[in-house]
């Protein structure tokens, strides 16, 4: 008989983005399928002029949703956070666990995610009620309240000790609740009110402005938001990384002896892009990101200064880069100064199978311990090599004379050199397209198989 599962985690499609939660909700939606109990519990939607936190009940096809509404914590992502004595212990959230287990009584608890709620939970589920615990390793949030392990100078950290470093990297955190905005945005767009977003785009600023709150949080506090996590952590019957380097690094702050095991993840969009053949590759060759240029992390530095590299050697005419996704602000102008470098904005995963066959090598140019970045599977699923910088789950699948070239240092010289050899032996785009081709079943998982192993998983630990 399969098990009563209960997710944890943060928000849900379409009120928020990215590939964790769309790896949460297929995973949840492929275990229905196989006949699960799924449950879901998590921190969402937030609302002005609400004075207290709510847990409301509610069914997406054959997922129960629990979700707090007006969480006490303020999740703001890679922004950190405010108070991070909260992500240890909130007795609001803790309450509304208690009620959600003793409703449900799960058989294992599979927490995805702790943003928007404490800690806490994971003692709470191990000492009071005795279920067993997985959790997947989508970030290093519980480490790092800016989720990537990389600081304010934009360097990776891997520091014990973590002094005033924590506070600085917080700083940008905002003052108001950024989560009423996007809940408002949320609401119109599903009541079909998209014409009326940008006049009451003003309204809601007035709005969010009378919900500020205020940054705490000194070296002390966040060294015992780390510290306390790793005790927690360690709590968790089975840790699963999604790739190699991230197990590396939880137990370089777990300890060897620590439950963990490496397993790469998908999501279901993935088996809808179809492999193309590549021969013959005529110069320009067309080079593209998916999302390399949103964020500082995500690549775009990288990106420009790899651009002025190759334009100061003469090379603009024999290349193209296609950008999808956000263009960070600071670099826009830089970079599209470029006649060669084409922006195409936001895009939706089912347009991938189509805007794909338009290109030759894709870049993943992520400069931290990116977990494992499906952009890279996305392009290998097309059949298209990959350049991928020597960080986190990147060089799981970016392995030369297979799949591409690997950006050993992660820098834009070295990208730069990577991609002048690809201009000058374009061939070689060919030979690795049919070596990932013939390889497409061992580089691109199913959710069917993914679902298969993580059944194992949980039948390991109950």
Same mark, same amino acid.
């Given at each position: ?172 955190? =905002?003052?108001?609740?950024?989560? /009423?905005?996007?809940? !408002? &945005?949320? *609401?119109? +767009?599903?009541?079909? %009110? ?122 603009? =005419?024999?290349?193209?880069?296609? /950008?999808?996704?956000? !263009? &960070?602000? *600071?670099? +826009?102008?830089?970079? %599209? ?126």
């Amino acid at each position: 008989m399969r098990p009563k599962v209960l997710h944890v985690g943060w928000g849900f499609r379409p009120w928020r983005g990215g590939g964790l939660i769309e790896y949460a909700e297929d995973l949840m939606k492929i275990q229905a399928q196989h006949g699960y109990q799924v449950y879901y519990f998590f921190s969402g939607r937030h609302y002005p002029f609400l004075k207290r936190a709510r847990l409301i009940r509610w069914r997406r096809k054959n997922v129960n949703m629990y979700e707090i509404i007006n969480s006490p914590i303020i999740h703001e992502g890679d922004r950190g956070v405010r108070d991070p004595a909260l992500d240890l212990n909130e007795p609001v959230s803790e309450n509304f666990f208690r009620k959600t287990l003793e409703e449900i009584m799960p058989d294992i608890l599979h927490i995805q995610e702790l943003a928007g709620l404490p800690s806490s939970l994971i003692d709470i589920v191990k000492e009071e009620y005795r279920i067993p615990v997985v959790m997947t390793l989508h970030d290093y949030f519980l480490l790092c309240p800016t989720l990537k392990l990389l600081d304010y100078l934009s360097e990776n950290c891997v520091e014990k000790e973590v002094g005033d470093k924590c506070t600085l990297c917080c700083s940008d955190s =905002r003052k108001n609740n950024p989560l /009423i905005e996007s809940t !408002l &945005l949320y *609401e119109l +767009r599903r009541f079909h %009110l998209e014409k009326i977003v940008r006049t009451a785009y003003r309204p809601f600023k007035t709005i969010i402005k009378e919900n500020n709150i205020s940054i705490r949080g000194s070296g002390i506090i966040f060294q015992n938001r780390r510290d306390t996590n790793v005790k927690r952590l360690r709590k968790v019957d089975l840790l699963i990384a999604q790739s190699y380097r991230v197990e590396k690094i939880y137990k370089s702050f777990l300890g060897e002896d620590a439950d963990t095991t490496t397993l790469h993840s998908t999501v279901k969009h993935i088996e809808h892009i179809r492999g193309k053949e590549m021969r013959g590759i005529k110069s320009p060759v067309r080079f593209a990101t998916l999302s390399g240029c949103d964020s500082i992390p995500k690549g775009a530095r990288l990106i420009l200064e790899s651009l002025k590299i190759l334009h100061g050697k003469g090379l603009g =005419r024999y290349f193209e880069l296609h /950008i999808y996704g956000d !263009l &960070l602000e *600071e670099i +826009r102008g830089q970079v %599209l100064s470029y006649s060669n470098v084409f922006y195409h904005g936001k895009y939706g995963v089912d347009q991938l199978n189509n805007i794909l066959d338009g290109f030759d090598v894709g870049i993943v140019p992520s400069i931290w311990e990116e977990v494992y970045g499906y952009v890279g599977i996305e392009f290998l699923a097309k059949g298209i090599p990959v350049i991928g910088n020597m960080r986190g789950g990147i060089i799981d699948y970016t392995i030369g004379d297979l799949t591409g070239w690997v950006n050993k240092t992660a820098s834009a010289e070295e990208l730069s050199d990577i991609m002048v050899r690809i201009i000058k032996n374009p061939e070689d785009i060919a030979m690795l397209n049919e070596k990932i081709i013939q390889n497409r079943s061992r580089l691109i998982k199913t959710m069917d198989t993914h679902f298969n192993e993580i059944d194992k998983l949980y039948r390991g630990v109950r």
